[in-house]
């Protein structure tokens, strides 16, 4: 076409090349540009073809064509790109091939790693028959099938499956992570060790390594604050009192830099941080008989008493939120009902050892745990928390939300049985019955659910495929 621009490249130098005009009465539904050693496309290159149903580029030293290579031909059905150099393309390449029927990608190089993606997803959802893409490199996934991925090199995979990473040889009661100088820290109290132990990313053994070690009595928490360029960690002890310390960049360390006053803190059980406007504050609950958890504030020297709250209660977690622009404080405890504090006191009703807050979806919920009994799921209405849902609990001391590619789960951890992971299901109907179906040397499991539809999950190769009959396609999970 009069546009039309490919590019030849030799040992020392590269040549594009414009074919001459063609005359505007003329019209091209086939064009063959085989073994012409073409280096690339560039963008627009058949602008002047705009009604062009075949092309063929194969057997040429093509590497990469541009992303908007393509964008004219609309009527394109069939295209040839087989027996070439190609490591990877650019995302959306093939975006406007509108009548595209079918599309030869043999005999090329790709490198299926996070470039490839794109290209991954859009062969599990074009209606055009495409050649098998078999990858080159890296080499875990060396002459794989790219239509039969679900993830690639250095993709963290969509899964329920938690693989063991790292351990540290030492009984712990509670970890914390913080961020100083583009470094990530963890701080693990362990009593056992009495010793609150602090460990640092390493970006070439990518593991965490041993950075300081804050040794104590019988320590129960570690709870980092950063403030602005200092940082501090809350070390509480059940016997001895409990004290801050703070980094010392001289000597990469940490020091003791201040006792909390043992009168008001006997027996602490959780400490959590909170940044309100330009105020840092820490909070304190203490499950002792005649404990008193305490509020206490920064005031550019030290952390103070601020305020005393819930005295005799036996509290035993504590969580800050922010809900509609107001900040609230909730303490719950063993022996009374959870108390939320908006600098005015209000109450809930369960008995309950520890909360968490999560959001999905722009509305706030509430992760309660029972020790033995129901814990609770409560979302925020208008002025209130709703319960939601009940999960039964046998010597549970958390439930804790978490999420993951965008699936939110509630990890519920039992003293007598297993541990559960709760996953987060917009479709609050749950299937009334469930069939095994085996065809082909391929099962199938037939949920039926208080719905219009039915979803079949199909195991094949370790692979889970969900088919919606409604709609006869399939859907990759």
Request: overall charge negative; glycine content about 4%.
């Amino acid at each position: 076409g009069p546009n039309t621009m490919l590019c030849n490249k030799t040992k020392t130098s590269t040549c594009c090349w414009q074919p001459a005009s063609v005359n505007a009465h003329f019209v091209f539904h086939y064009r063959l540009l085989n073994s012409n050693s073409l280096a690339t496309i560039r963008d627009d290159a058949f602008s002047g073809l705009p009604h062009l149903e075949y092309l063929f580029i194969e057997g040429n030293k093509i590497e990469t064509a541009s992303r908007f290579a393509f964008k004219t031909l609309r009527d394109l059905t069939h295209l040839s790109l087989a027996n070439n150099n190609i490591k990877a393309l650019p995302r959306d390449l093939f975006s406007d091939l509108d009548s595209l029927i079918e599309l030869d990608l043999r005999g090329n190089a790709f490198e299926c790693d996070c470039r490839a993606k794109w290209l991954m997803m859009w062969l599990k959802n074009t209606n055009a028959t495409v050649s098998a893409v078999v990858c080159a490199g890296p080499e875990d996934m060396k002459d794989k099938c790219l239509s039969d991925m679900t993830s690639l090199h250095n993709e963290v995979p969509l899964s329920t499956d938690f693989i063991l990473h790292q351990s540290v040889m030492s009984e712990s009661l509670s970890a914390d992570t913080f961020s100083y100088k583009n470094d990530v820290y963890v701080a693990i109290a362990a009593p056992s060790a009495e010793s609150c132990m602090v460990f640092q990313w390493d970006h070439i053994e990518m593991n965490f390594r041993t950075y300081d070690n804050i040794t104590g009595q019988s320590i129960v928490g570690c709870k980092s604050v950063v403030i602005q360029s200092q940082v501090f960690v809350i070390v509480a002890q059940l016997f001895g009192g409990s004290h801050i310390y703070k980094f010392d960049e001289d000597q990469s360390r940490f020091s003791k830099f201040q006792d909390i006053e043992v009168s008001k803190i006997s027996k602490p059980n959780d400490t959590e941080a909170l940044q309100i406007s330009s105020d840092w504050f820490f909070v304190i609950a203490d499950s002792s008989k005649a404990g008193l958890s305490t509020l206490y504030k920064w005031n550019d020297k030290g952390f103070y008493s601020y305020q005393l709250l819930h005295e005799w209660y036996r509290d035993t977690d504590a969580e800050f939120l922010d809900l509609d622009g107001k900040v609230r404080l909730i303490l719950v405890s063993r022996s009374q009902v959870p108390v939320i504090y908006q600098w005015s006191r209000s109450s809930q009703k369960f008995d309950v050892v520890t909360v968490k807050h999560f959001w999905i979806k722009e509305e706030l919920y509430l992760a309660m745990t029972r020790y033995i009994g129901d814990s609770k799921v409560l979302r925020w209405g208008a002025k209130q928390f709703a319960e939601i849902q009940a999960l039964p609990s046998r010597g549970s001391m958390i439930l804790q939300p978490f999420s993951f590619k965008e699936r939110s789960y509630l990890a519920l951890g039992s003293d007598y049985t297993f541990s559960q992971i709760y996953l987060w299901d917009d479709d609050k109907k749950a299937p009334r019955s469930f069939t095994v179906v085996s065809t082909d040397c391929r099962d199938f499991i037939l949920a039926s659910p208080q719905t219009e539809r039915y979803h079949f999950t199909m195991t094949n190769g370790g692979k889970v495929k969900m088919v919606d009959i409604c709609k006869m396609r399939l859907v990759f999970s």
